[in-house]
């Protein structure tokens, strides 16, 4: 296909935020033109998938700023995995977020939804950026449009968590991701994605090439690396839609694509492993897995809880990344997957919590199981998911994440893995169990039901995605594998 299908795929999201605009005085025209827009862009994104197996790479160079810096939109099987990511749950996250704006009387519905649109548009160009300049211009596009969604509310803590979020997020890209890109283009001349990487033969060394992976993991914000971390709980003061868009659809997922693509394309995994460019980064990996997983024990607050649960889950790809193996890149990219349908399921079963009795701690969660059947069980799946245990989706990406330790002969990994997925059982198999074997405290209201039906039946899809992927992850596997280089 066309370059210009790629263009099109990222501009079709943000011009649709215009009539979504001029609808905004008939709530169900606006939503329902949301959601055709959300169809439209998946349709189109599937279109690319027949050219990509058959080993078409569409592109199209926009313009050039300077020789080597260029707009430049380029598709190859990561982008594509994380453009379906991102195109097939929004749709789901409108129906969602319609449900959910409507049941809390939330104001300024529609600025909500197209900001949601000009979020997937910057998504969107992340996946087919071509070169460091593009990806950076769209990540930057990204924070900037989420922040109105942070904030939503506009009240003093809402405002607070915009500021952390807008904040570190903007400081370390321009303080260390964009110096990093310069770098690059300063030694290589170039900042195009490409097969292999750009940096072997430039002359640079073990401590140069570790010292600019740095620069590229702290200045990719959104990837939650610790201490870099701080933001996302602090972003939890937005509407439970946005929090699901972040953690699932687009700015999390943008971050930990970046981290991946970069250390495939622009390091290379050859040259990365041979200069051990990536090997302080697979400690630091583990450390934030472990060390976000024990503090969502203690966190009663449930999408706080859920928050540090993704910081630890996002460092399961970058710590796939850091292994600087095929193996691993394959693993990674599994679990932007497998993670997307799982964290997506929490907190939609979260916001579907709070319309449906406006309840956001965990202690306050005892014995509702048996008044919202469906939403506790589509928890309870995405969260067996999510710890790794078949036949649920997350099982393959954790198991090929032990396989990928055990090939670069990081055996401490297998442990660091290991002692992950029993964290991930005590903070969140424990909300389930309060929900269905613990009677209802003295405060629950009689009466409480279901959530509407736009909140349950999207859960119940994703939910039932963590199942499905479990016997699809195969051909991700296999396609992303073949395209690193023969198979997996």
Same mark, same amino acid.
């Given at each position: 296909m066309s370059g210009w299908w790629l263009v099109a795929l990222v501009a079709w999201p943000a011009l649709m935020a215009a009539p979504i605009v001029a609808c905004g005085r008939w709530p169900n025209l606006r939503e329902t033109l949301s959601v055709i827009t959300g169809l439209v862009l998946l349709a189109g994104v599937i279109l690319q998938i027949g050219p990509l197996v058959d080993g078409g790479r569409p592109d199209i160079l926009l313009f050039s700023i300077l020789p080597g810096l260029d707009l430049h939109f380029a598709l190859e099987p990561l982008g594509l995995i994380f453009a379906l990511v991102a195109a097939g749950l929004w749709p789901l996250t409108t129906i969602y977020a319609a449900g959910y704006m409507r049941g809390n009387r939330e104001p300024d519905q529609t600025r909500f939804f197209v900001c949601f649109a000009l979020a997937i548009s910057a998504a969107i160009g992340m996946a087919m950026a071509g070169n460091l300049v593009t990806l950076f211009v769209f990540y930057e596009m990204m924070t900037l449009v989420t922040y109105p969604l942070v904030t939503h509310h506009g009240d003093a803590e809402s405002r607070e968590g915009g500021r952390t979020y807008i904040g570190l997020l903007m400081t370390t890209s321009i303080g260390f991701f964009l110096p990093a890109i310069v770098i690059t283009w300063l030694i290589s001349g170039t900042t195009d994605f490409t097969a292999g990487g750009i940096l072997a033969g430039t002359g640079i060394g073990s401590v140069g090439a570790m010292g600019l992976y740095a620069l590229f993991i702290y200045g990719i914000g959104k990837a939650a690396v610790m201490p870099v971390h701080r933001w996302l709980p602090a972003a939890m003061v937005a509407p439970t839609p946005v929090s699901a868009l972040l953690h699932a659809v687009a700015v999390v997922k943008a971050g930990v694509f970046a981290v991946l693509k970069i250390t495939v394309y622009v390091f290379g995994l050859d040259f990365a492993y041979q200069t051990s460019a990536t090997a302080p980064f697979l400690w630091l990996a583990s450390f934030t897995i472990i060390a976000a997983s024990a503090v969502a024990i203690y966190c009663d607050n449930l999408k706080k809880r859920l928050a540090y649960s993704t910081i630890g889950q996002l460092s399961y790809i970058v710590l796939g990344s850091a292994m600087a193996?095929?193996?691993?890149?394959?693993?990674?990219?599994?679990?932007?997957?497998?993670?997307?349908?799982?964290?997506?399921?929490?907190?939609?079963?979260?916001?579907?919590?709070?319309?449906?009795?406006?309840?956001?701690?965990?202690?306050?969660?005892? +014995?509702?199981?048996?008044?919202?059947?469906?939403?506790?069980?589509?928890?309870?799946?995405?969260?067996?998911?999510?710890?790794?245990?078949?036949?649920?989706?997350?099982?393959?990406?954790?198991?090929?994440?032990?396989?990928?330790?055990? +090939?670069?002969?990081?055996?401490?990994?297998?442990?660091?893995?290991?002692?992950?997925?029993?964290?991930?059982?005590?903070?969140?198999?424990?909300?389930?169990?309060r929900a269905f074997f613990l009677p209802g405290d003295a405060e629950t209201p009689k009466g409480i039901a279901e959530a509407p039906a736009a909140c349950v039946i999207p859960l119940c899809i994703t939910a039932a995605g963590c199942i499905a992927l479990f016997f699809l992850a195969h051909p991700i596997i296999d396609f992303v594998g073949t395209a690193l280089g023969g198979p997996a």
């Open positions: 193996s095929k193996l691993g890149a394959v693993s990674g990219s599994l679990h932007i997957v497998t993670h997307a349908f799982g964290k997506i399921t929490l907190f939609f079963c979260a916001g579907a919590i709070y319309t449906a009795c406006h309840r956001k701690y965990v202690s306050e969660l005892n +014995g509702l199981g048996r008044a919202m059947p469906l939403t506790f069980t589509a928890f309870t799946i995405a969260a067996l998911s999510l710890i790794g245990l078949p036949p649920m989706a997350g099982a393959w990406s954790k198991w090929y994440l032990m396989s990928g330790s055990a +090939g670069v002969e990081e055996y401490a990994l297998l442990g660091v893995l290991a002692l992950s997925s029993l964290l991930n059982i005590v903070y969140l198999l424990d909300i389930p169990a």
